[in-house]
């Protein structure tokens, strides 16, 4: 199996920075993409920045400019540096990963916990 755990949330003011962490341990392989989700209360869950094997990086409009994404692949660890912060950022944050396991081989897609990031005004 393969676990995810997040860190780096908090409580911060508006205008300033946090770095998240997601390390994923397990028999892993390998992992390709790997993202951040969030999800505030009373709404869905939403893509906020994903990351594949070579490198590119997507994010959601609204944070575009702000959050910045990354990997340590020796770590299996995957950030999202946010700058910047808004109010209307907070809310959990959740990792996922596809990841490659084995033996024998097989393709899964854990979540993390999740981390509550809270931005005040």
Same mark, same amino acid.
């Given at each position: 199996?393969?676990q995810?755990? =997040?860190?780096?949330?908090?409580?911060?003011q508006?205008?300033?920075? +946090?770095?998240?962490?997601? %390390?994923?341990?397990g028999? @892993?392989?390998? @992992?390709?993409? $790997?993202?951040?989700?969030?999800?505030?209360?009373?709404?869905?869950?939403e +893509? /906020?920045a @994903?990351i594949?094997?070579?490198?590119?990086?997507?994010?959601?409009d609204?944070? &575009?400019?702000?959050?910045? @994404?990354?990997?340590?692949?020796? &770590?299996?660890?995957?950030?999202?540096? $946010?700058?910047?912060?808004?109010?209307?950022d907070? %809310?959990?944050?959740?990792?996922?990963?596809?990841v /490659? /396991?084995? $033996?024998?081989y097989?393709? +899964? =897609?854990?979540?993390?916990?999740?981390? +509550?990031?809270?931005?005040?005004?």
């Open positions: 199996q393969v995810l755990v =997040e860190s780096g949330g908090g409580l911060v508006a205008g300033g920075s +946090l770095r998240l962490s997601c %390390a994923a341990s028999s @892993i392989v390998s @992992i390709n993409a $790997m993202g951040w989700y969030r999800q505030a209360p009373g709404q869905q869950r +893509l /906020v @994903i594949t094997s070579g490198g590119s990086t997507n994010y959601v609204s944070v &575009k400019g702000r959050f910045t @994404i990354s990997r340590d692949n020796a &770590k299996n660890t995957v950030y999202l540096q $946010m700058n910047s912060l808004k109010p209307e907070t %809310a959990v944050y959740y990792c996922n990963a596809h /490659v /396991v084995g $033996m024998p097989r393709y +899964l =897609e854990p979540w993390g916990q999740g981390t +509550l990031v809270t931005v005040s005004s």
